[in-house]
């Protein structure tokens, strides 16, 4: 009984990555990028800082989203 307790609590925690994902997944979305965009730079290794600086510099969501991928 212990076990399967167990295990249903470990599957409903996140991983850290899972978190991360999901931070960088949000941070992409409130720059402007649409969601499946905003999925696809938060799972590549696109840099989040060149993103905002790109966005905060006037550049449209479309060139820095084929910048940063």
């Given at each position: 009984?212990?076990?399967?307790?167990?295990?249903?609590?470990?599957?409903a925690?996140?991983?850290?990555?899972?978190v991360?994902?999901?931070?960088?997944?949000?941070?992409?979305?409130?720059?402007?990028?649409?969601?499946?965009?905003?999925?696809?730079?938060?799972?590549?290794?696109?840099?989040?800082g060149?993103?905002?600086?790109?966005?905060?510099?006037?550049?449209?969501?479309?060139?820095?989203?084929?910048?940063?991928?």
């Amino acid at each position: 009984m212990a076990n399967v307790l167990l295990e249903s609590t470990l599957e409903a925690l996140d991983t850290e990555g899972d978190v991360v994902l999901r931070w960088r997944r949000d941070q992409f979305t409130r720059l402007g990028f649409d969601p499946v965009d905003s999925r696809l730079l938060a799972e590549s290794p696109a840099d989040l800082g060149l993103a905002r600086r790109l966005c905060a510099g006037g550049c449209s969501v479309d060139l820095a989203f084929r910048i940063l991928a």
